[in-house]
């Protein structure tokens, strides 16, 4: 069956440093990977996106990575500010797709 | 403007009873969803509408009904409520054709005692 698998354990930083989150799929072959940021308390806001013929995407601080030979993404966010805690969610997809399903979901600490 | 609204933010109710959850966007979307956050955080899909046909129910038990009465509307009726439903309800909604985003609604927060 399909599987998304993200960090489970919580990750805590530093501000100023580089965050990286992955993103691991199996029995899957997504089109493109979306990218969502949760905040306590409130639904899923989206970041960006990355296509299967694309090895990296940058906004802003965010970068992305998707191998699809690996079946995974990474997810960084340069120089962390506290304002970047939050849980971060991949979701893979098909295209013209009424599926959406996420991973399970990391929860990102950054430390003044 | 809100986009994807549901109502109510809050639901406290006893075992056994039935209740709904409506969630309406303005977005001009074709399809919407239903989710459930567990306690583990873990965000699950329930169902998926497009144009107000149902396409994916993840083996929710029936005494979830989604209804659709329109594309910009997806109410969620729960029957018989048990403990284990207690849980955060989100709705969302999104085009169906290409790389499209979701957009979600603030949440429910069902508590069943």
């Known amino acids: 069956s399909q599987k998304i698998e993200q960090n489970s354990e919580a990750l805590n930083i530093q501000e100023g440093k580089t965050a990286t989150l992955t993103c691991n799929y199996t029995?899957?072959?997504?089109?493109?990977l979306q990218w969502y940021r949760q905040d306590p308390g409130r639904g899923p806001v989206f970041l960006l996106l990355i296509r299967e013929n694309e090895k990296e995407k940058r906004k802003e601080r965010l970068k992305v990575t998707f191998d699809t030979t690996l079946k995974q993404s990474l997810f960084h966010i340069t120089a962390s500010q506290p304002a970047d805690s939050a849980t971060y969610l991949c979701a893979p997809r098909a295209y013209n797709t009424d599926k959406l399903i996420f991973g399970t979901g990391t929860r990102l600490q950054v430390f003044p | 403007d809100t986009a994807v609204s549901q109502t109510p933010k809050y639901l406290v109710t006893q075992m056994g009873n039935d209740k709904s959850i409506k969630c309406e966007q303005n977005l001009g979307h074709d399809t919407m969803y239903w989710y459930k956050q567990d306690s583990k955080k873990f965000l699950k899909i329930m169902f998926s509408?497009?144009?107000?046909?149902?396409?994916i129910n993840e083996t929710v038990p029936n005494r979830f009904s989604p209804k659709s009465p329109d594309k910009a509307h997806l109410n969620l009726h729960i029957n018989s409520l048990e403990l284990g439903d207690s849980a955060v309800y989100f709705c969302?909604?999104?085009?169906?054709?290409?790389?499209?985003?979701?957009?979600f609604g603030q949440g429910t927060r069902l508590t069943v005692v």
């Open positions: 509408y497009n144009n107000k046909e149902l396409i």
């Open positions: 029995n899957y072959s997504p089109a493109y």
């Open positions: 969302a909604s999104s085009h169906s054709a290409g790389t499209a985003e979701a957009f």
